[in-house]
């Protein structure tokens, strides 16, 4: 079967940094994304990583660990926008996406 | 601006009716589009693969005879749930790559939510 763990609920303060886990197991992998949500909205793309190492779009860095089948999402400069749920989720074959069990992010002040 | 349009964005429906659920791709061709369910606090969960011109994947557990998907043009998926129970009240989004590369997002249009009294 497909699985990916995240942890449930992170909290933080404005300003500081954040790293969102997410260990899988799958069949098939071509890659590691990751989506935020807001809450009663659509998923949105963050970051993609295909190869190991790290990969950063402004204050958003993703990583990933392939041989440990592991990967991060590390926000900076935390913001109360970003309050939302994250999303890891694997690419596997037929370009279909399977998504983690999410993580909710409280920003606090 | 937005990518993928789905319509309606919320409906309520009686238990036994059909609720049919558009999903457009705006300004591209999708061959293949994407349909997943999600209920509250939880993840997105794969129901279906759309596929133009031709039937579509189930992924395990799902009933294709429950949730009818169409895909009649290359810019317009539908998926009907039919005999609609309390139990299919849920969010239910759909989604298409615009280019077809390793990197391209996803894009998701912005959900139905779906009651059933």
């Known amino acids: 079967g497909q699985s990916l763990e995240q942890p449930s609920e992170v909290t933080a303060v404005e300003g500081a940094i954040v790293q969102i886990n997410c260990t899988y197991q799958?069949?098939?992998?071509?890659?590691l994304s990751w989506y935020q949500q807001h809450d009663g909205g659509a998923p949105t793309f963050l970051s993609y990583?295909?190869?190991?190492g790290l990969e950063e779009t402004g204050r958003f860095s993703s990583f990933l660990s392939r041989s440990d089948s592991y990967g991060y999402l590390l926000l900076q400069e935390l913001q109360m926008k970003d309050s939302a749920s994250y999303f890891c989720?694997?690419?596997?074959?037929?370009?279909?996406?399977?998504f983690g069990t999410g993580t909710q992010l409280k920003v606090e002040l | 601006g937005a990518v993928v349009s789905q319509h309606p964005s919320w409906v309520i429906c009686k238990s036994g009716t059909s609720v049919k659920i558009e999903c457009r791709s705006l300004?591209?061709?999708?061959?293949?589009m994407f349909w997943y369910r999600q209920f509250p606090k939880q993840s997105l969960m794969l129901m279906a693969t759309?596929?133009?011109?031709?039937?579509?994947?189930?992924e395990q557990g799902v009933e294709k005879d429950k949730f009818l998907i169409n895909h009649a043009s290359l810019t317009l998926s539908t998926l009907t749930v039919t005999s609609a129970h309390p139990e299919d009240s849920s969010f239910y989004i759909c989604?298409?790559?615009?280019?077809?590369?390793?990197?391209?997002?996803?894009?998701f249009g912005n959900g139905t939510r779906l009651t059933v009294t």
């Open positions: 989720a694997v690419k596997r074959g037929g370009n279909k996406l399977t």
């Open positions: 989604s298409a790559f615009k280019q077809v590369s390793n990197n391209s997002p996803l894009h």
């Open positions: 799958t069949s098939g992998f071509y890659g």
């Open positions: 759309s596929n133009e011109g031709s039937k579509a994947t189930y």
């Open positions: 300004d591209f061709q999708a061959t293949t």
């Open positions: 990583n295909a190869l190991d």
